[in-house]
């Protein structure tokens, strides 16, 4: 099993910028790919940007060249630096995990961009 927390969402005008981070704790050596999904009101869950064991990258295009995914093994943990923020990026923010074709959920944290 895995467990993840989420920080760093909050209020931010447009052309602003965030960090998120996404702490998992439990079986976090067996997680495969971990990252973030996001979910506008009305709208169905998109992933966002995910990161492989092997630190292979994969982005929404919506996303590609403003939103960075890293990792910090050493602290189990997973970034998502979000630059250049537009309104359409309001959204709860979910981090996931793939563990052994198993799917984990954080509770999300919403971020939220004025125009």
């Known amino acids: 099993q895995v467990q993840l927390v989420e920080s760093g969402g909050g209020l931010v005008q447009a052309g602003g910028s965030l960090r998120l981070s996404c702490a998992a704790s439990g079986s976090t050596f067996n997680i495969n790919v971990i990252g973030w999904y996001r979910q506008a009101p009305g709208k169905q869950r998109e992933r966002v940007a995910i990161i492989g064991s092997g630190g292979n990258t994969n982005y929404a295009d919506s996303v590609k060249g403003r939103f960075t995914i890293s990792r910090d093994n050493a602290k189990n943990t997973v970034y998502l630096q979000m630059n250049s923020l537009k309104p359409e990026d309001t959204a709860v923010y979910y981090c996931?995990?793939?563990?052994?074709?198993?799917?984990?959920w954080g509770q999300g944290t919403q971020v939220t961009v004025s125009s």
């Open positions: 996931y995990a793939l563990v052994r074709l198993v799917s984990y």
